[in-house]
Protein backbone atom coordinates (compact mmCIF):
# COMPACT_ATOMS: atom_id res chain seq x y z
CA UNK A 1 0.00 0.00 0.00
CA UNK A 2 2.75 2.57 0.86
CA UNK A 3 4.41 1.56 -2.61
CA UNK A 4 1.29 2.41 -4.18
CA UNK A 5 1.30 5.88 -2.05
CA UNK A 6 5.03 6.92 -2.76
CA UNK A 7 5.50 5.32 -6.35
CA UNK A 8 8.38 3.73 -5.69
CA UNK A 9 10.52 1.93 -8.10
CA UNK A 10 12.10 -0.35 -5.86
CA UNK A 11 10.54 -3.91 -4.24
CA UNK A 12 9.70 -3.25 -0.84
CA UNK A 13 12.61 -3.70 1.32
CA UNK A 14 10.54 -5.27 4.34
CA UNK A 15 9.59 -8.14 2.36
CA UNK A 16 13.22 -9.49 2.65
CA UNK A 17 14.09 -8.46 6.22
CA UNK A 18 14.25 -10.66 8.99
CA UNK A 19 12.95 -10.00 12.57
CA UNK A 20 16.40 -9.53 14.01
CA UNK A 21 16.95 -6.32 11.06
CA UNK A 22 13.32 -5.36 12.03
CA UNK A 23 14.80 -4.78 15.46
CA UNK A 24 17.98 -3.40 14.85
CA UNK A 25 16.15 -0.95 12.51
CA UNK A 26 13.64 -0.07 15.25
CA UNK A 27 16.74 1.04 18.02
CA UNK A 28 18.12 2.54 14.92
CA UNK A 29 14.53 4.88 14.83
CA UNK A 30 14.55 5.19 18.61
CA UNK A 31 18.06 6.71 18.17
CA UNK A 32 17.04 8.88 15.80
CA UNK A 33 13.94 10.59 17.61
CA UNK A 34 15.91 10.86 20.42
CA UNK A 35 18.35 12.83 18.81
CA UNK A 36 15.84 14.79 16.80
CA UNK A 37 13.86 15.54 20.31
CA UNK A 38 16.55 16.65 22.11
CA UNK A 39 18.62 18.83 19.91
CA UNK A 40 15.50 19.64 17.92
CA UNK A 41 16.60 18.66 15.25
CA UNK A 42 19.63 16.86 13.28
CA UNK A 43 17.90 13.18 12.98
CA UNK A 44 18.44 13.03 9.24
CA UNK A 45 22.09 13.13 10.10
CA UNK A 46 21.55 9.84 11.42
CA UNK A 47 18.78 8.51 9.68
CA UNK A 48 21.07 9.15 5.94
CA UNK A 49 23.44 6.66 6.70
CA UNK A 50 21.67 4.06 8.43
CA UNK A 51 19.36 3.49 5.38
CA UNK A 52 22.08 3.47 3.27
CA UNK A 53 24.25 1.30 5.05
CA UNK A 54 21.43 -1.23 6.80
CA UNK A 55 19.23 -1.07 3.89
CA UNK A 56 21.01 -0.57 1.02
CA UNK A 57 18.86 2.14 -0.37
CA UNK A 58 20.42 4.39 -2.70
CA UNK A 59 20.89 7.85 -1.75
CA UNK A 60 18.05 9.85 -3.34
CA UNK A 61 15.87 7.44 -1.47
CA UNK A 62 17.90 7.38 1.75
CA UNK A 63 17.32 11.56 1.87
CA UNK A 64 13.56 11.59 0.70
CA UNK A 65 12.44 8.69 3.47
CA UNK A 66 14.70 10.13 5.88
CA UNK A 67 13.12 13.32 5.00
CA UNK A 68 9.55 11.52 5.32
CA UNK A 69 10.72 10.16 8.76
CA UNK A 70 11.68 13.21 10.28
CA UNK A 71 8.78 15.25 9.54
CA UNK A 72 6.41 13.48 12.61
CA UNK A 73 9.43 13.05 14.63
CA UNK A 74 9.82 17.14 14.28
CA UNK A 75 6.26 18.14 14.63
CA UNK A 76 5.76 15.98 17.76
CA UNK A 77 9.07 17.82 19.51
CA UNK A 78 7.89 20.83 18.12
CA UNK A 79 4.44 20.77 19.86
CA UNK A 80 6.29 19.58 22.89
CA UNK A 81 8.73 22.86 23.07
CA UNK A 82 5.73 24.68 22.45
CA UNK A 83 3.61 23.37 24.97
CA UNK A 84 6.03 23.72 27.56
CA UNK A 85 6.28 27.38 27.15
CA UNK A 86 10.17 27.13 24.97
CA UNK A 87 8.64 28.64 21.70
CA UNK A 88 9.51 31.82 20.11
CA UNK A 89 7.19 33.23 17.90
CA UNK A 90 8.95 35.93 15.81
CA UNK A 91 12.10 33.49 14.99
CA UNK A 92 9.31 30.12 14.34
CA UNK A 93 7.87 32.47 11.85
CA UNK A 94 10.08 34.04 10.10
CA UNK A 95 12.99 31.21 10.23
CA UNK A 96 9.99 28.39 9.61
CA UNK A 97 8.94 30.02 6.28
CA UNK A 98 11.93 29.61 5.49
CA UNK A 99 12.70 26.21 6.11
CA UNK A 100 9.15 25.51 4.50
CA UNK A 101 10.29 27.44 1.31
CA UNK A 102 13.74 25.90 1.58
CA UNK A 103 12.62 22.45 2.04
CA UNK A 104 10.48 22.45 -0.97
CA UNK A 105 13.25 23.94 -3.10
CA UNK A 106 16.11 20.93 -1.54
CA UNK A 107 13.10 18.32 -2.54
CA UNK A 108 12.69 19.56 -5.95
CA UNK A 109 16.58 19.84 -6.78
CA UNK A 110 16.80 16.39 -5.09
CA UNK A 111 15.03 14.73 -8.05
CA UNK A 112 17.36 16.49 -10.53
CA UNK A 113 20.65 16.43 -8.94
CA UNK A 114 23.51 13.58 -9.12
CA UNK A 115 23.70 11.07 -6.66
CA UNK A 116 27.70 12.19 -6.45
CA UNK A 117 26.64 15.76 -6.20
CA UNK A 118 24.21 14.77 -3.19
CA UNK A 119 26.51 12.94 -1.64
CA UNK A 120 29.44 15.38 -1.49
CA UNK A 121 26.80 18.29 -0.37
CA UNK A 122 25.44 16.04 2.88
CA UNK A 123 29.01 15.08 3.26
CA UNK A 124 30.13 19.25 3.55
CA UNK A 125 27.18 20.02 5.57
CA UNK A 126 27.97 16.91 7.94
CA UNK A 127 31.60 18.23 8.28
CA UNK A 128 30.36 22.11 8.99
CA UNK A 129 28.17 20.88 11.56
CA UNK A 130 30.89 18.17 13.57
CA UNK A 131 33.22 21.48 13.22
CA UNK A 132 30.79 24.14 14.19
CA UNK A 133 30.36 22.00 17.17
CA UNK A 134 34.10 21.97 18.06
CA UNK A 135 34.39 25.43 18.81
Avoid: D
Avoid at 33 to 42: P, Q
Avoid at 51 to 56: F, K, Q, S, Y
Wanted: glycine share 12%; hydrophobic share 50%.
Amino acid sequence: MAQNICKSKQKSTSEKLSAKHIAVLCLCGALIGLVNGFFGGGGGMICVPLLERLLHLPSKYSHATAIVIILPISFVSALVYCLGGNLETVPFVTVGTGVVLGGILGSFLLKFLPTKIIKIVFVFVMLAGGIRLLF
